[in-house]
Nanobody
Framework: QVQFVESGGGLVQPGESLRLSCTASGFTFSDYVINWYRQAPGKERELVARIIKTGQLIDIADSVKGRFTFFRDNRASTMYLQMSNLKPDDTAVYYC?????????WGQGTQVTVAS
């Protein structure tokens, strides 16, 4: 069955960096656009970035432009999110998934907390 496992989150201070990982299984990873999402406390889940099969970024939230970079390793079925210059507003649970229209299950996410 389809599964996404996110990892790499933690507590950091403003301005610091983190790298998140998302490992998928249960489908041919290289055949799908994979997206990063985040959900802050009390807010709806939002799209952070959309990365197509070749690893090209095709959509990114304005709030993270210039600070977040993304890459995918299709051989390892893994997506990476490199976050730099983190801000308190980046505090959220981060998830990866394919397009929501597929109805695939969400992973547990990984918590990122940015606080001084």
């Amino acid at each position: 069955q389809v599964q996404f496992v996110e990892s790499g989150g933690g507590l950091v201070q403003p301005g610091e960096s983190l790298r998140l990982s998302c490992t998928a299984s249960g489908f041919t990873f290289s055949d799908y656009v994979i997206n990063w999402y985040r959900q802050a406390p009390g807010k709806e889940r939002e799209l952070v970035a959309r990365i197509i099969k070749t690893g090209q970024l095709i959509d990114i939230a304005d709030s993270v432009k210039g600070r977040f970079t993304f890459f995918r390793d299709n051989r390892a079925s893994t997506m990476y999110l490199q976050m730099s210059n983190l801000k308190p507003d980046d505090t959220a649970v981060y998830y990866c998934n394919a397009d929501p229209s597929l109805g695939w299950p969400w992973g547990q996410g990984t918590q990122v907390t940015v606080a001084s």
